[in-house]
Structure formats: C-alpha cells, structure tokens
C-alpha cells in the first residue's frame, strides 16, 4: 500500500498531522505514543505492514500528536487533556463521529480519557503496551466487590487499596 497523503487539523493555533487509509466500515483511529513519525512509519516494513491489514476492514485513521512527527511543535509540554483534544480535532477533520480507538503507550491514557469525556464517539478501545494509571501509584481494587472474590489480592469483597507491587506478585494483602 502506497503512503496515504498527509493532511492536517487545526487545534487551537496549531496544526495536527493525520492520515487516513482504507475505506473499511468501521473508523480506527491509532493513538500513538511518545514518538510518532506518519511519514516515517510507512517506510519502515514491520509498521508499514500492520498499518496495511488494519485499513484493509477499517478506515485506519492516524496521527502524529501536537509536538511530535509532522505535526506542530508547541512551547511546554501538554497534558492529558491537550492531548485529548487532538484526537478529537482529527476526529472532526475527517468526519469521523463514532470510532474505536487504538491507544499505543502513551496512547492508552489517551483513548481512555476520550472514552470517558465523549462516550458516544468511542466504540471500542485496544490498548497496547499501555496503562491507565501510573504503575507506581496506590490502586483500588475494583474487580473484587462481589462476596465471593477470587482475586489474587485477596479483597474478600471489599474495595480495598493496594500498592501496584501488591496486585503484580499476586500475594494476598
């Protein structure tokens, strides 16, 4: 598949990079990482492939975040919310309402977030190589409040926090 072109969103003052391929049923939009380079991927065989058998269903809708690859450079560094808001900006460039989102890295916090500020344009969420929450931080254990939880942590069906390192070796706290 030849590079699609490059096009880009405005948000704000600054323009976003963004590329769409394919003509599948369902929009995908990739949230990238720390580093992305839209150019770059396409010449690169292992990318190049992947970015190919996804626009082959879907319409594969991708994006160098504010700062990085094609896209603007910005003073500062931006935070989740920014970032957010270039989802959304290449979302409305390409008039894509409702999409699933493919969040890499960085990307995964990203897709999360969108998800939960505007429901009713994500369909779906993959997350690859991500997190939702720094590893470090204290978590709440959500997924054992029934009575008879089975959780490596032990909660006994109470919401309980638990220290990452906790929840990752498995022993009951």
Not at 56 to 71: A, C, H
Request: aromatic letters at 8%; hydrophobic letters at 40%; one cysteine or more.
């Amino acid at each position: 598949m030849d590079p699609p072109e490059t096009r880009y969103a405005k948000s704000g003052d600054l323009s976003i990079a963004y590329q769409v391929a394919g003509s599948g049923p369902l929009d995908l939009v990739i949230v990238p990482g720390f580093v992305s380079n839209l150019d770059v991927q396409w010449t690169t065989p292992g990318p190049q492939h992947f970015f190919s058998r996804l626009a082959m269903f879907s319409r594969l809708i991708r994006f160098d975040k504010l700062g990085t690859g094609l896209s603007d450079r910005m003073s500062g560094v931006a935070n989740l919310e920014d970032l957010v808001d270039d989802v959304r900006a290449v979302m409305d460039a390409v008039g894509s309402q409702r999409a699933a989102l493919f969040g890499v890295s960085e990307g995964g916090p990203m897709s999360l977030l969108f998800a939960a500020t505007y429901p009713e344009r994500a369909s779906a969420l993959v997350l690859y190589g991500s997190y939702a929450r720094h590893p470090t931080e204290e978590l709440t254990c959500f997924v054992c409040v029934a009575p008879s939880c089975t959780s490596s942590a032990g909660c006994s069906g109470q919401r309980r926090t638990h220290s990452a390192a906790a929840l990752k070796s498995g022993r009951r706290v």
